[in-house]
């Protein structure tokens, strides 16, 4: 029976790329897609959601739109990264269906405690609409099935030297977020910097016509073809938060205990990984078998492609 996905994002290069996995995949069933300001403003990444529902073609799953800004500090994106759209050079029609009428973090409760259990909660963005759920109803920490991040690290960050960008946007959620009654799946940057969009991979993928040349190539190589530094290729990170709910069995992971920098003026939003810590809060993915998740994505966008036509 496929799982039941409900992932909260900031579209963005790849977490559009994590939705055609979760959408693509037929072991996952995607329940609903919420959106909070990350990568790009919450307007944007939420006409990007709505635009990749209807292109992608899965209109009936909701768009739930959530927090524009951090709860503390200052709007942080990046755009210098995603392009002032969010999605690069991807240009899509603009979206027809509406919204949901719910606000994310009510989209997130309902969802959960209507099927306890049942429903896999993944974000690929700020945690923001996480922690405020988790603050109006304490409960979704048991109802969810599991929760997955792609955040944080344990050895350094990419929005500053001490910080990964998801929780360097709002420290004070992530740690609200790790401090819950439950067990955070952290996918970091140690281990989506193993998954990289480079020359074969990318040679492979343009094998899928018109998908490909439309939207996962212009994703997966956006930043990396701009940035001669990263000569490897691109990594797909929130593609991975996905593919762990759908193929854990491609994840080498330990328990640790993982604690979030909230006052550091140089550290603020790192995550202080303690692998040895005697009352874990958090499963961390250390080694990515690469050959084996490409194999997986690369089947799952070809399902996608060969009926996106």
Request: charged share 15%; net charge negative.
């Amino acid at each position: 029976m496929a799982k039941k996905i409900l992932l909260d994002c900031d579209p963005g290069l790849d977490d559009a790329l994590a939705l055609l996995l979760a959408h693509g995949d037929p072991n996952l069933e995607l329940v609903g897609v919420t959106t909070v300001g990350g990568n790009v403003s919450l307007e944007r990444t939420t006409a990007n959601a709505l635009a990749l529902r209807e292109y992608l073609g899965f209109g009936t799953v909701p768009v739930a739109a959530g927090a524009g800004k951090p709860l503390l500090g200052d709007v942080r994106e990046a755009s210098h990264v995603h392009g002032e759209t969010g999605l690069g050079s991807v240009s899509l029609p603009v979206a027809t269906l509406p919204l949901s009428e719910l606000h994310a973090v009510d989209f997130i409760i309902e969802t959960l405690r209507a099927t306890p259990g049942a429903v896999h909660l993944v974000a690929t963005g700020p945690l923001t609409n996480i922690a405020l759920a988790l603050e109006k109803e304490p409960a979704i920490a048991r109802w969810a099935a599991s929760f997955t991040i792609m955040g944080g690290s344990f050895t350094r960050g990419n929005a500053t030297p001490a910080a990964e960008f998801n929780i360097y946007a709002d420290p004070e959620a992530a740690r609200v977020v790790f401090d819950a009654d439950w067990q955070v799946v952290m996918v970091g940057l140690d281990l989506t910097h193993q998954a990289l969009a480079n020359g074969p991979v990318v040679e492979r993928l343009a094998r899928l016509g018109t998908l490909a040349h439309e939207l996962i190539l212009p994703l997966a190589t956006y930043y990396a073809s701009r940035n001669s530094h990263d000569p490897d290729g691109q990594a797909v990170h929130d593609v991975c938060a996905v593919a762990h709910v759908s193929r854990p069995d491609l994840f080498a992971s330990r328990v640790a205990r993982v604690d979030v920098e909230t006052t550091g003026k140089l550290t603020s939003g790192m995550t202080v990984v303690d692998f040895d810590a005697s009352i874990p809060n958090a499963l961390v993915p250390v080694a990515l078998d690469v050959n084996g998740f490409w194999a997986y994505v690369e089947h799952v966008y070809g399902l996608v492609a060969t009926h996106h036509g």
